[in-house]
């Protein structure tokens, strides 16, 4: 019989567990992440699909996904009723505002 997750985990190294933990907890905050942008803006998974012209069970998966295309995620949001704006800070150089990052031109 193959080992149990919790059996590889416990034979690893903790400072190695304890890395996976962290990103295993950073991965379920972003795989949440737009489940509670959807709920704070309250809308059902359903309002979200009518407004993307999908299905209900497109919302569920786009929702789940730890790797979205930009174009995805600013539908979502702006299905939601918000706006996506990308910040981005170099070193040196200070924050910038990316705009027009994940439209659609027709």
């Excluded at 379920?28 to 309250?42: F, P, Q, S, T, Y």
């Excluded at 910040?87 to 659609?104: S, W």
């Amino acid at each position: 019989m193959p080992p149990t997750h919790e059996e590889m985990m416990a034979k690893l190294p903790k400072a190695r567990r304890a890395r996976i933990e962290a990103r295993s907890e950073a991965l379920h905050r972003e795989v949440e992440g737009l489940k509670a942008l959807r709920l704070l803006a309250d809308r059902s998974q359903e309002q979200i699909a009518q407004a993307l012209g999908v299905k209900q069970p497109s919302v569920l998966k786009i929702e789940r996904q730890t790797d979205l295309y930009l174009s995805t995620l600013r539908r979502f949001v702006e299905a939601a009723g918000g706006t996506l704006e990308l910040r981005v800070e170099l070193p040196g150089k200070g924050v910038m505002h990316l705009t027009g990052v994940g439209e659609i031109t027709p």
